[in-house]
């Protein structure tokens, strides 16, 4: 039966293609109707991502489907006819994740959503114990005492929320009493673990981590991602006793027990192995240059992902897009004017370590880098781009956007001249040496929303969370961010001169971000 679900889809979006492909272009650039012509009626982006996210999976920095998914990526551009290959940047802690199930055992049973954090220890099979509260102290000294308490016990070590329905749905649906009632009883519990974490001398990050010494059954803790069923899911650094992430409402039912001396009991198995330190590594492809083989146009996207989903949004789509972009150029552009070089990143989530330590080793090439763009926005068609501080970007951008398909390039909005960002993903590793790098973006622009936001609620139901899989992404957004970014590179890749670095004046009090170190090895790194 599979078969007619995959010729429905491919029919869909020929559909849709047929629609797309009816414009005009700008110029007579026969290479901008190949690279649409190419991306368009023979976009390969649903395949791509379908092996990605459902086959290979998650892609957690140091485990084996990390490491897997490089070879296919590799492999990929093999069968393509494209140059590739993967460099070691470190190491990191190699880990596999292996199955969760959590079951309340009294005073009722029920199996609860949740799974272990990533790089949690292993039980050593099933384990049975009551749940505690994070012991409510009045000094770190006190909280030192009470650790022989937690012994053998579940830990509850987050905040509980009053309610796990979206806000968005309180606020069309409720009464103004019941709204203020709910957002005071929020704030005063905001406030109150406040006080109980700080009391205990340490914060809420680490407290997974010093209450794993204490030997509990497990810790267990909850990030609501305020929207409906989402929960934030991340690592920890415990290394003898279980982390757990549950979600909100399994975490509120068990904190409500414990609360009122209901007596929970859980039965929990997780199963995990670590694997040591194990090398990493950034993914290239490369298609050289004809007239300047050694001035380069960089496409980068991290390609690791937290591990509580797919990693779909967050990064997937991104390096699906890198995939394809080079794919398209190989067809279109087989000889640009510049090397292009696509990059899928390794080590981002635990700091951009593997775009840093390009940087750090390969100063050569970002002497002579023209432009690197960064493919890191979810979903949606790019519609916004920061000129990160460069004086002259906007007016090369303008020439690139002027030759683009007006149904990609009308959409976009550049600001000028726009701060230079110090983190938040591949790019900052190139800003900081003050190469001209620019991140895509789908949101309306700072003035207006978050960038890290945008129509499809991104931050709320895909960003880390335990929902970012492959039937949230939007197949024809996804085919035009490939093609947008096979346009950009190709048109840069031809300009006559190297892109300005010309920086704006900063305002006062700032100053250009400087360069950090990566973490080369999971030991150099607190996260």
């Known amino acids: 039966m599979r078969a007619p679900v995959r010729i429905l889809f491919v029919c869909l979006l020929a559909a849709s293609t047929r629609a797309a492909a009816a414009q005009s272009y700008p110029s007579d650039d026969p290479v901008i109707r190949a690279i649409w012509e190419e991306g368009v009626e023979r976009s390969q982006v649903h395949e791509l991502g379908q092996v990605m996210m459902d086959s290979i999976g998650p892609r957690l920095t140091g485990s084996p489907a990390m490491a897997g998914a490089n070879d296919w990526a590799l492999a990929k551009y093999a069968e393509w006819g494209i140059e590739a290959y993967k460099e070691q940047y470190g190491t990191w802690r190699g880990w596999e994740r292996g199955i969760t199930h959590i079951d309340l055992i009294a005073p009722r049973v029920r199996s609860l959503e949740g799974m272990a954090a990533a790089w949690s220890p292993a039980t050593d099979g099933p384990v049975e114990a009551e749940v505690v509260i994070l012991p409510h102290v009045d000094s770190p000294g006190a909280f030192q005492a009470s650790l022989s308490e937690v012994r053998g016990k579940f830990v509850l070590v987050s905040r509980p929320e009053p309610s796990c329905r979206a806000p968005d749905n309180l606020e069309q649906f409720a009464r103004p009493e019941t709204?203020?009632?709910?957002?005071?009883?929020?704030?005063?519990?905001?406030?109150?673990w406040s006080d109980r974490v700080g009391n205990t001398g340490f914060d809420q990050r680490s407290l997974p981590e010093v209450l794993s010494v204490a030997e509990p059954a497990a810790v267990i803790r909850s990030q609501w991602s305020e929207g409906w069923g989402v929960t934030k899911i991340f690592g920890t650094r415990a290394q003898r006793a279980p982390v757990l992430d549950l979600s909100c409402e399994a975490y509120g039912l068990l904190y409500r027990l414990a609360e009122n001396d209901q007596g929970p009991v859980l039965r929990?198995?997780?199963?995990?192995?670590?694997?040591?330190?194990?090398?990493?590594?950034?993914?290239?492809?490369?298609?050289?240059?004809?007239?300047?083989?050694?001035?380069?146009?960089i496409l980068g996207g991290h390609?690791?992902?937290?591990?509580?989903?797919?990693?779909?949004?967050?990064?997937?789509?991104?390096?699906?897009?890198?995939?394809?972009?080079?794919?398209?150029?190989?067809?279109?552009?087989?000889?640009?004017?510049?090397?292009?070089?696509?990059?899928l990143w390794n080590g981002e989530e635990q700091g951009l370590n593997g775009s840093r330590a390009f940087v750090e080793d390969n100063p050569e090439i970002l002497d002579r880098t023209h432009t690197v763009f960064n493919v890191d926005h979810g979903n949606g068609p790019v519609t916004f781009i920061p000129m990160q501080g460069f004086a002259g970007a906007a007016g090369r951008f303008g020439e690139w956007l002027a030759k683009v398909p007006s149904e990609l390039a009308d959409l976009v909005t550049l600001e000028v001249p726009g701060m230079p960002e110090s983190g938040?993903?591949?790019?900052?590793?190139?800003?900081?040496?003050?190469?001209?790098?620019?991140?895509?973006?789908?949101?309306?622009?700072?003035?207006?929303?978050?960038?890290?936001?945008?129509?499809?609620?991104?931050?709320?139901?895909?960003?880390?969370?335990?929902?970012?899989?492959?039937?949230?992404?939007?197949?024809?957004?996804l085919r035009d961010d490939a093609v947008m970014t096979a346009m950009l590179a190709y048109l840069a890749s031809e300009d006559a001169e190297m892109m300005s670095r010309d920086r704006r004046a900063m305002p006062e009090g700032s100053e250009w971000p400087r360069c950090r170190p990566p973490a080369r090895s999971s030991g150099e790194s607190a996260r």
């Open 424 to 477: 938040g993903t591949d790019h900052a590793s190139f800003l900081c040496a003050g190469v001209p790098a620019f991140s895509f973006h789908v949101g309306a622009g700072r003035s207006e929303m978050n960038i890290a936001d945008n129509r499809w609620d991104t931050s709320i139901y895909t960003w880390h969370t335990n929902r970012d899989t492959f039937d949230k992404i939007v197949f024809e957004d």
């Open 179 to 192: 709204t203020a009632r709910m957002a005071a009883e929020r704030e005063r519990a905001i406030a109150e």
């Open 268 to 297: 929990i198995d997780v199963q995990s192995r670590f694997l040591g330190e194990v090398p990493v590594f950034n993914a290239f492809a490369v298609i050289p240059g004809s007239a300047e083989p050694e001035e380069y146009v």
């Open 303 to 343: 390609y690791d992902s937290w591990d509580g989903a797919d990693g779909a949004l967050d990064n997937g789509t991104g390096a699906v897009a890198i995939m394809e972009a080079m794919r398209i150029l190989k067809t279109a552009v087989p000889n640009p004017r510049r090397t292009i070089i696509g990059a």
